[in-house]
């Protein structure tokens, strides 16, 4: 599962859900659960100690837990030299960045046979949590509850920087501090992190094993997909973060995770730390309306017409099918997720349930005078904030889906800010050759994975939607003064932009920033479509959602704060916000529909039934297949097979991809890379009969890198935790084989 979530230009509520603490549901602060969860979890089969979990004094699970790029996928530390595990997914665009197509690692995978042979991982971080603190007395000691609006934000900003460079002086220098609001604002947190910039990959399997069932399995149950990868830190000599350098040494962790091999059963306690992105667990039964009368069904068309582009030229060319492939996932997975998600909020009746919480929650206001002063307005404003957003939700929806689909089109936008250098009056050289060296380097990845004649069909099918679906009324002149001219032919259109243009091609563009001018870009139509766009939504669009936010936004404040003293004897969770968090339950089967039952594991006997030649998502390498034939699972096997993928009840979501999913020994038994389809709209309604976790066996994964790949130098470098019956002697390891290697 791709859980990135893609930036939109909509306002989305991001609200909590009250819930009784229980093993299924909840996003946890892990230096929290000693208080919180931790009777509660002993009772579900853990055995460590909350300390083993989170420490800030010793070693602990939370040290071998790594946030990739900010959070926008998971890794876990299973090595004392700094490797890491991860999906296959979130180390795609390294993969396709060290592809090509006389070397293609996405169909053939890569395996580092030695630390020599490991491949630059370009442009990714790891980040290792130091420490987290709860600063909402400082931030909020001085600020009343009733204050709103900016002099409610700027109070809130003056406050967190100035506890953000307290916290600064009493680390280290180079730790990052970070300060984010939790429960709508009602609480604040600071996190400290050491952030790694060398990386680099280890080992992939071929897609048609790490990507097996593609977009046909996606969140869908049961699964074979055997989604991980791995990769490696490295640290500078004085073992602090540092550049890439042939010199520097792999990371020595504070924690890394044993691997166990004993395998999982049902009911079997089940343990996930990682870094979700956002969940929306009380968005308000108006934001529900929202997104499912506006939103949610915009965002499904459009991406599927541009999929549909993408599709074709991928299946024209291998060259273009390496360039597009990563943005072909990003762009299709919410697209299946919005799909869901409309169909899981209506069939769950999520509207109704959230319109009846609002009915307790105004009953409860009126009953008392002092409440009324405080949240009688709270739902009155939600409606108001609401009525006023969906006047320019059209706009904002395709303005992020439609008009920046165009590539060159973002690639010029994001050449504004050397715009505005140029555009000084006494323009300063450095900062000049400052932006144009930062260019450079972005532009270098860019056009590694550009095609023209591709992007110039997605641009053309994105603006006519555009024109088509957004009232006329909000425009720009830029906009409709080029489709009157060419009445309405967007294929015209756009062969006139990007036929006067330098972003078309990296020899153009690496021109203009050997000389930049402000003159070639004044001259330069996608440069000025795109400037001008962004300048009509900031001076038109945006003021018209000023009122809007600051009710909703304000409204979101209250109705959560009131909600927890209204429930004062109910244990609230925080929303996903991208920061570290513990869910727990266990590995479960579930009921799906009617009559339908599912296991709570898949085994290779299903990646051969699903075999099809004749469709790229389900071929078989034949190496898997000889290793079927022969049941040469070695001790990774069971009963006579091998399984794949698991499942448990745990809550996650964008951001967890790559988690470790952990026994209650605190020992790897999964990694976590997808949720189920029946529980699509779990994001802001958590359904525990339906809701789960998808997991690949670790046991699978092992298999992969050693009868598979023959990289025996990674076995060799884990700590695998055996079986008793193993220890004995009863099990014999598997013998080495002969590497499958890609091309180099």
Request: hydrophobic content about 35%.
């Given at each position: 599962m791709y859980m990135k979530r893609i930036l939109i230009l909509g306002l989305s509520a991001l609200l909590l859900i009250p819930t009784i603490s229980v093993a299924d549901e909840g996003m946890w602060l892990p230096m929290l659960i000693k208080r919180l969860n931790y009777a509660d979890m002993q009772k579900h089969g853990l055995q460590l100690t909350a300390e083993e979990i989170y420490s800030v004094n010793n070693s602990s699970l939370k040290d071998a837990i790594v946030a990739l790029n900010g959070g926008s996928c998971t890794a876990e530390t299973i090595s004392e030299k700094g490797l890491l595990l991860t999906n296959h997914h979130c180390a795609f665009g390294v993969i396709q960045d060290n592809s090509a197509p006389e070397h293609d690692y996405l169909m053939d995978g890569f395996w580092a046979m030695a630390m020599k042979e490991e491949l630059h991982a370009r442009n990714m971080t790891a980040s290792y949590l130091i420490e987290m603190r709860d600063v909402t007395s400082e931030v909020l000691s001085d600020i009343s509850i009733t204050l709103k609006g900016t002099e409610r934000q700027e109070a809130i900003q003056a406050a967190t920087k100035a506890i953000q460079e307290k916290i600064a002086e009493e680390v280290a220098e180079h730790y990052d501090v970070k300060i984010k609001e939790f429960f709508e604002g009602n609480e604040y947190y600071a996190?400290?992190?050491?952030?790694?910039?060398?990386?680099?990959?280890?080992?992939?399997?071929?897609?048609?094993?790490?990507?097996?069932?593609?977009?046909?399995?996606?969140?869908?149950?049961?699964?074979?997909?055997?989604?991980?990868?791995?990769?490696?830190?490295?640290?500078?000599?004085?073992?602090?973060?540092?550049?890439?350098?042939?010199?520097?040494?792999?990371?020595?962790?504070?924690?890394?995770?044993?691997?166990?091999?004993?395998?999982?059963?049902?009911?079997?306690?089940?343990?996930?730390?990682?870094?979700?992105?956002?969940?929306?667990?009380?968005?308000?039964?108006?934001?529900?309306?929202?997104?499912?009368?506006y939103r949610q069904p915009s965002v499904v068309k459009i991406r599927g017409e541009r999929l549909a582009i993408l599709k074709e030229d991928m299946n024209s060319s291998s060259a273009i099918r390496i360039q597009y492939a990563s943005k072909y996932a990003q762009v299709s997975n919410y697209w299946k997720y919005f799909i869901g998600q409309q169909r899981g909020l209506k069939r769950l009746k999520v509207y109704d349930k959230k319109k009846s919480l609002e009915d307790d929650f105004t009953a409860w206001v009126n009953k008392d005078a002092k409440r009324k002063d405080i949240y009688g307005d709270v739902l009155n404003d939600w409606q108001t904030g609401y009525d006023l957003n969906a006047e320019s939700i059209l706009f904002r929806t395709y303005f992020g889906e439609c008009i920046f689909a165009s590539e060159a089109s973002l690639m010029a936008y994001r050449t504004s800010q050397l715009y505005g250098i140029l555009s000084a009056e006494d323009p300063n050289?450095?900062?000049?050759?400052?932006?144009?060296?930062?260019?450079?380097?972005?532009?270098?990845?860019?056009?590694?994975?550009?095609?023209?004649?591709?992007?110039?069909?997605?641009?053309?099918?994105?603006f006519e939607m555009f024109y088509n679906d957004v009232p006329k009324s909000q425009h720009p002149k830029v906009f409709t003064d080029m489709v009157a001219k060419l009445k309405g032919d967007f294929n015209k259109l756009v062969d006139k932009m990007y036929s006067k243009s330098i972003f078309t091609s990296k020899e153009k563009y690496?021109?203009?920033?050997?000389?930049?001018?402000?003159?070639?870009?004044?001259?330069?139509?996608?440069?000025?479509?795109?400037?001008?766009?962004?300048?009509?939504?900031?001076?038109?669009?945006?003021?018209?959602?000023?009122?809007?936010?600051?009710?909703?936004?304000?409204?979101?404040?209250?109705?959560?704060?009131?909600?927890?003293?209204?429930?004062?004897?109910?244990?609230?969770?925080p929303n996903a916000n991208s920061t570290m968090r513990v869910t727990y339950g266990n590995v479960l089967d579930y009921y799906p529909a009617d009559a339908m039952h599912y296991d709570f594991y898949t085994t290779i006997e299903g990646i051969m039934e699903k075999e099809d030649p004749n469709n790229d998502e389900f071929i078989v390498p034949a190496k898997l297949k000889e290793l079927y034939e022969k049941k040469d699972y070695g001790r990774y096997g069971q009963d006579g097979t091998l399984r794949i993928c698991f499942l448990t009840n745990t809550d996650i979501t964008g951001g967890n991809s790559g988690s470790p999913v952990i026994n209650g020994k605190g020992e790897l038994i999964g990694c976590a890379f997808d949720g189920n389809w029946e529980a699509m709209s779990g994001d802001i309604a958590f359904e525990p009969e339906l809701q789960r976790t998808i997991a690949v066996d670790v046991r699978y994964i092992l298999f992969i890198i050693d009868k598979y790949a023959g990289a025996q130098n990674i076995i060799d470098e884990l700590k695998l935790v055996r079986t008793a019956k193993e220890q004995t002697g009863a099990a014999m390891p598997s013998p080495s084989i002969q590497p499958v290697k890609a091309s180099k």
């Open positions: 996190f400290v992190y050491e952030t790694y910039r060398d990386i680099r990959l280890v080992g992939a399997p071929p897609s048609s094993i790490g990507k097996y069932g593609g977009d046909t399995d996606n969140w869908m149950w049961p699964r074979h997909t055997g989604d991980f990868s791995l990769l490696r830190v490295y640290m500078g000599e004085d073992g602090k973060p540092a550049d890439y350098s042939e010199s520097n040494q792999p990371y020595k962790p504070k924690h890394f995770l044993p691997v166990s091999i004993s395998g999982v059963e049902k009911d079997d306690y089940a343990m996930i730390l990682g870094y979700p992105g956002s969940t929306d667990r009380y968005l308000s039964s108006y934001g529900v309306k929202q997104e499912l009368d050289q450095e900062a000049i050759n400052r932006a144009a060296e930062s260019m450079r380097e972005r532009a270098d990845k860019f056009y590694q994975d550009f095609n023209l004649p591709t992007d110039k069909r997605v641009a053309a099918k994105m690496t021109a203009f920033l050997d000389n930049p001018s402000k003159k070639v870009l004044d001259k330069d139509a996608i440069f000025q479509f795109a400037y001008q766009f962004v300048n009509h939504y900031r001076m038109v669009i945006s003021p018209m959602t000023v009122e809007a936010m600051e009710k909703i936004e304000n409204s979101n404040r209250l109705f959560v704060h009131g909600l927890r003293e209204m429930n004062a004897d109910k244990t609230y969770y």
